[in-house]
């Protein structure tokens, strides 16, 4: 973290010296979007640290943990699928979820469906694309995701 606080700042001196008038409109930019994500940034948190302080480690462990197998992916993989959550909130709570025990092939699984698979987007995606392709894209994503844990499993 410390390297990449390093670098950031290196490239904002850099670019400070070429346009500092760009730089400093993008810094606002970026300030703006930062004051606008972060009430839902918190609440997110909030909601996913008070869930998972109701659901016991040993639920937790017991249907996604080290010794849940497939009964463990499908859980995840199903969660995943239609949890709306998004990326920065996601990979801090798999965070908390390996600290709490459960299966890295698990975390694969929820983490490739969370972001490839949309369920409750369907509707919506379905207008651009139409159902044939929403669902072929959808169904080949939660194929995909399991791949992708059984290749985890096989390397951790």
Known sequence: MLILSIFTVGCLLISFLIDS????????K???????LFPALLLMLSLV???LLLIP????IKYMGEG??????LTSALLGSVALIPGFIAYPLCGIMV???VAYSTIAVFI?????????????ESRFFGWKTT?????????????IGFIMMLLL
């Open 21 to 28: 008038r760009k730089t400093l409109n993008g810094v606002r």
């Open 30 to 36: 970026g300030l703006k979007m930062f004051i606008n």
């Open 49 to 51: 640290s008070v869930a």
């Open 57 to 60: 480690e040993e639920t937790l």
């Open 68 to 73: 849940s197998g497939v009964k463990g992916w």
């Open 99 to 101: 600290k709490s025990g």
């Open 112 to 124: 490739t469906t969370l972001m490839m698979v949309g369920i409750l987007t369907m509707p919506i």
């Open 135 to 147: 669902i072929i894209r959808n169904i080949l994503s939660f194929i995909g995701a399991v791949v």
